[in-house]
Every structure is written in C-alpha cells, then in structure tokens.
C-alpha cells in the first residue's frame, strides 16, 4: 500500500505530470496505429452451408446438423446477420426432424430474437411456425395451432423473393397438425392452400424443387383422405401420381397410414426398411428417427401376427429409450466442465484486455479491473448454481425413479453393454440411496464388490460409463450429497457435513468441492443466500 501511494504521488508530483502525460498520449497513438485484424472471410461458412443443403436434399439430417453448426462457429458468421439468420434457419428445421426436443426450442428462440432485432419478417414466421408446431405437440394446441396461423398470415405480408415456397411448406405442417387433432375438413383447407402456393412457386424454383412441392401436397392429401375414410379418392391419388416412399419429414406419416388402411402390408414393410436403411447411413441408428421408427416396426409385425418379431422390436424401442437417458445423465457433468472452460476463456481474453488498456490509463483500470473481475464471478456462479440444480433435478429423479424421460441429447458415447449399463446404474443408484460413501473408508475395493468387477475392469468401466476415474466418481456422489445437505440445513457447519460425507477433513471437502463445481463451499452457501433474497 505504501509502494502504491508514492508512485500515486510521484504522479501527481508536477515534475512527473508532462512525461505521464506525454507517455499515455504516445501508448494512444501506437494502439490506434495498430493495424486492424482483417475481417473474416465468410466463404468457408458459406460453403459449409451449400454441403449441408445438399445433405438435407438426400435427407441425410444428422450430416447436414454437422455442417450447419459447423458454419456457424466460423468467426465470420458473427459479424454477417444475414448468414447467422439463414444458418439459424436451417438448425431449427433440422433439430426438429431429427426431434431433438431441447435444442429445437433453443435454435427457434435465437432465430425469433434476432429476426425481431432485425426486422425480418420473413425469419420471424419461420421462428413462430415452430414454436407453434411445438406447442401443438406439447398438448396446447388451440394455441399452438394460434401461433402456425398468425405465422403464415405474417409470412403472407412479407414481399420475401420465396415466400410462395415457404408458404406451401407452412400449409404442410398445418395441415399435418390439423389432421393429427382430427380436424379433416380444416385439414383439406389446409391442403389446398399448400397446392396453391406449391403452383404459385413453379416460375420462382428450379423443376426439382417444384416436383418436390407437388409430391408433398399429393402425399399429405394422400393421408388425409385415408383418416376421413375416402380411401377411392385416396387411391386415385396414389395410382395418378405414381406416389412413391420419400424421407420427407414434411409429410410425416400420411403415407404410412394409407398403407396401413388399405391393407399394402409389402409396400408398408418396404418404406420401413428404407427409412431405417436411411438413417443408419445418417449415423443416426441411436436417435429418437430410430426409435420411432423401431416402434412402427414393432406395430407392423404385431397387426400381421408375427408377435415373436413384434417383441423384438418393442425391446430394441426401450433399449434406444435407456440408452438416450443414460447418455445425457453420464454428460452432465461434461456440460458442467464445458461451460467452466468456456468461463476461463472468457475471463482469460477479458485479462488480456485490460492488460493492454492499462497502459493509457493504469490506476483507472485497477478499479475496472476489480469490478469487472467481480462481475465475471458472479455471472459465473449464477451459472454453476443454474448447472447444479439441473445436476441435482436428475440425481434426485434417479434416486426416486431409476431413470428420467426427461433428456437432453449429447454427443455420442462410446457403446457400453445393455446389461453392464443397467447394472451400473442399479449400483449408481443404490450408493445415491444408501450413501455408501458416507463411509470415510469406501473406495476401489468397495466398488469392485458392488459391481462384481476385477481391479483392472473396474477403471475401464467407470471411464466408459461415467468419464472419470475411481477417485472421481466417489468424490462428485460426495459433493452431491454435500450441495444437498448444504441445502437442507444452512446450519451446518463444513466440519459436519465433510464428516457426513466421509470426508476426514474439512480442507480437503472444500478442495474437493472446488474441484467439481469450481467454487468453494462458502462461495456456495453465499449464492444461495443471495438467490433467496432475490
């Protein structure tokens, strides 16, 4: 403190104050003369678009997600709101055929935010159709269907070059949502309108993308007119076009239930087999497609009375089901790690700039930098705090029920046995229940007995199914035994609860937990008193 005061003073000493002055006025200038970072070329981005487009064209969804998202990391996009809106578009739509009912919502938010920013009508509509798909799905439907509706009317007053297009895909997912609530004469309504607009964009699109428009309005009437019993006029429709099975989401089942209606079991089982041959070379053999898609296998086989083969398919369904669940729980301590190395990234570049603003104004920016640094930890701990109630949401759902629905899609894992996978988390489960690691002398050997491995299986294991080592695991069951009771009882002290996890001592449950959620036990408690308050 004394070392800072005289240099505060040898400042403000009048012989210092020319030179400070002449100093800083120089550090100015040779920052502003600092040649400027040329701007990103946004080409790559571009180009990664156009390969994802072309994926979508052969319904390879999962490939074209991987591009789409891949362009739209590239540092150009963040500074051309047009790319951002059109890549924002394409995420969405294919989030939702890929039923990826988290990021779904998420890419529909960001897109809708930034078109209002914009005002872009266009993307606008885009957003709302799928929020009010999403809300028809969720059991809202008056409002749901509301939604898809005042979308449409939007995209209608817009003077977009494609809007004939966009309106003839509107009037399919409409339809679509009309027909699933049994509303077939609105249904038909809908379809119509989708045929008008789907003949309005002839002259705007190239004769692929018109044949397109028009098998997709043959099919979603195909399916129509089978659910309201008209299956003559149905058949007319199939033997005049010459429909035949496409991967188009748009059309959802409408061709599926005209099989099924009119009996065309070969027909039936042949559009499965190509759907299911369709997305295992998207790499998507392990996604809700699939799933889906092992159901209608499973509801095939029992209507024509091969139940053996009927079974079969029904268990792959709940297999898919479990792995989906355990994927996304065995990941939640990966998002955590990922959003805390995010965090260092971004205080690491925010040192770097007030490193280099202090040579023009020093003293100034030791207080910014304070403040700052204090904002950023805040702003962080709100965010581990969200990351922890998720964390202790799921842990609690599997001490009660075993497993959850309630998921969120990872990146793949590598594959782990069906049995050896409910067996761990059997164990898993019963050392949540019976806090087995409350015991100070829990460890290897403890794991070994319960999940009836080897010493030298048992790392592997946990690495596969849990991605960490042994230490590990047992530390986070006991870190999430302590954010519990640090919940229940603010009266507690360190020492009781670091005893009550089976920790020895108090310096190594607050290492521990500094370890895992990047905070301290106090840093803990004192957000949770500040949250209380709030």
């Known amino acids: 403190m004394t070392s800072l005061r005289n ?9 210092f104050l020319i030179p400070a002055f002449v100093f800083c006025a120089l550090a100015a200038a040779a920052l502003l003369a600092f040649p400027k970072t040329k701007q990103p070329d946004a080409s790559t981005a571009i180009a990664l678009m156009g390969r994802g487009d072309s994926c979508r064209l052969v319904w390879k969804y999962k490939h074209a997600l991987g591009f789409y998202q891949q362009a739209f990391d590239d540092p150009a996009v963040a500074r051309n709101v047009d790319l951002q809106l059109q890549l924002l578009e394409r995420i969405m739509r294919t989030h939702d055929v890929l039923r990826h009912w988290k990021e779904m919502p998420e890419s529909s938010y960001r897109l809708y935010m930034l078109a209002r920013e914009r005002g872009d009508s266009l993307h606008t509509a885009m957003a709302l159709l799928m929020r009010g ?24 007053r817009t ?10 895909h509107f009037y399919a997912i409409i339809a679509r949502l009309r027909c699933l609530n049994g509303d077939y004469e609105e249904a038909m309504r809908m379809s119509q309108l ?3 607009y789907a003949l309005l964009s002839e002259k705007s699109h190239s004769e692929e993308w018109y044949r397109r428009n028009m098998q997709r309005v043959h099919i979603v009437r195909l399916g129509i007119l089978a659910r309201m019993g008209r299956l003559a006029e149905a058949d007319s429709i199939y033997r005049k076009y010459d429909i035949q099975p496409i991967m188009d989401p748009l ?8 099989y099924r209606l009119r009996g065309m079991n070969a027909e039936l089982l042949n559009f499965l087999n190509l759907s299911k041959k369709n997305i295992c070379e998207d790499g998507d053999s392990m996604g809700r497609n699939m799933q889906r898609l092992q159901k209608d296998f499973g509801d095939y086989y029992l209507s024509v009375g091969d139940y053996p083969k009927a079974v079969e398919y029904y268990a792959s369904t709940s297999s898919i089901a479990d792995t989906l669940a355990a994927r996304t729980l065995n990941n939640l301590n990966a998002d955590v790690r990922k959003v805390m190395e995010n965090e260092r990234r971004v205080a690491s570049h925010s040192r770097q700039l007030i490193i280099a603003g202090s040579v023009m104004a020093l003293f100034v920016l030791i207080s910014l930098l304070g403040l700052r640094q204090a904002l950023i930890i805040r702003k962080r701990n709100h ?6 109630d998720r964390l202790m949401h799921y842990r609690n759902i599997v001490i009660q029920n075993g497993d959850t629905a309630e998921k969120v899609e990872a990146a793949p894992v590598e594959a782990v046995d069906d049995e050896e996978l409910r067996h761990f988390r059997e164990v898993d489960k019963r050392i949540m229940q019976e806090r087995l690691f409350s015991n100070p002398d829990f460890g290897r050997d403890d794991l070994m007995r319960l999940l009836g491995v080897d010493k030298n299986a048992l790392p592997a294991l946990l690495q596969r199914i849990a991605r960490t080592n042994v230490s590990g695991y047992i530390i986070i069951k006991r870190m999430e035994y302590a954010v519990s009771l640090m919940r229940e009882h603010p009266e507690y002290t360190l020492e009781s609860i670091a005893d009550a996890c089976g920790i020895k001592s108090s310096a190594t449950f607050v290492r521990n937990f500094k370890t895992v959620y990047d905070m301290t036990p106090s840093d803990f408690r004192r957000q949770l008193a500040e949250d209380s308050d709030e």
């Open 7 to 15: 240099i505060c003073n040898k400042f403000i000493d009048r012989k």
């Open 251 to 258: 059309c959802g089942d409408a061709l599926l239930t005209y």
């Open 383 to 388: 965010r581990m705090m969200a990351l922890i």
């Open 194 to 196: 989708q045929e008008h």
């Open 133 to 156: 798909k999403r809300l028809f799905i969720l059991g809202q439907k008056e409002e749901g269907m509301r939604v898809a509706m005042d979308a449409a009317e939007m995209l209608k």
């Open 159 to 168: 003077d977009a070059p494609h809007k004939d297009h966009e309106l003839s």
